[in-house]
């Protein structure tokens, strides 16, 4: 994709909510790379619609933790792997789009999908999932605005194919990715096998909402995906 100019969004575009609609994080809402977040909490994330495993190819999760009560929906059904790695992400740096970020711990909710982050400022990577620079796809997702302004991944739109990603694990190692492409896909059909299903090398998904933001659902219509390769550890 081509990249966009920075102006490309305004962070006011969607109204501040009073009941339990609300900002997206990294699949539905509102703030992240692709989830949602929910207003009626002070701004905590909200989520997108749930994939069902059986209809994309995906192993269907197992259980799951309580929900958060930062978010009413999440990321769409994350089925990786639990990670094998005793080293672990802590910090993500994006220099093409000035995102230096550390990475909370997003896990799954109820409903088999992935909670967003609670920090509008703040990436989160799926911990029960793959560690990036293992073999498979790691998954880091984050706001693409908050209620009043913009969010860690507001200008993820304008990564373009040759941009770096590196993520800072907790050993002091770095893993270095090199964007290949991104995808711009409605929420009603995510594409949870290409950005959960199995890979043979070392794979880096970004993940934050994009689209319009419906003022009858409190949700972005769409998510915003990054995909990108390992290129150094």
């Not at 860690?152 to 990564?159: I, K, N, P, Q, S």
């Not at 941009?163 to 059909?189: L, Y």
Request: glycine share 10%.
């Amino acid at each position: 994709m081509s990249r966009r100019a920075a102006s490309h969004r305004t962070p006011r575009r969607r109204p501040t909510l009073a009941i339990a609609v609300g900002v997206a994080v990294v699949l539905a809402g509102g703030a992240v790379a692709g989830v949602a977040v929910a207003a009626s909490n002070g701004g905590s994330p909200d989520a997108a619609t749930t994939v069902n495993p059986s209809a994309t190819g995906a192993a269907s999760p197992s259980g799951g933790a309580a929900r958060s009560d930062s978010a009413t929906e999440g990321f769409q059904d994350p089925a990786a792997p639990a990670a094998a790695s005793t080293a672990t992400p802590v910090r993500v740096e994006i220099p093409a789009i000035g995102v230096s970020s550390g990475l909370e711990d997003l896990h799954r909710g109820a409903a088999g999908e992935l909670d967003p982050p609670k920090d509008w400022d703040s990436a989160g990577w799926f911990s029960d999932g793959i560690v990036p620079g293992q073999v498979g796809p790691a998954v880091i997702a984050g706001h693409v605005d908050s209620p009043t302004s913009a969010a860690v991944f507001y200008r993820l739109d304008e990564l373009v194919a040759g941009d770096r990603i590196t993520v800072r694990m907790s050993d002091g190692s770095d893993r270095v990715f090199q964007v290949q492409r991104s995808e711009r896909a409605a929420k009603s059909a995510f594409p949870t096998s290409d950005v959960y299903g199995t890979s043979p090398t070392p794979a880096l998904r970004l993940i934050t909402c994009d689209g319009t933001f419906d003022t009858a659902t409190g949700h972005y219509t769409d998510n915003l995906i990054v995909f990108a390769t390992l290129v150094h550890d």
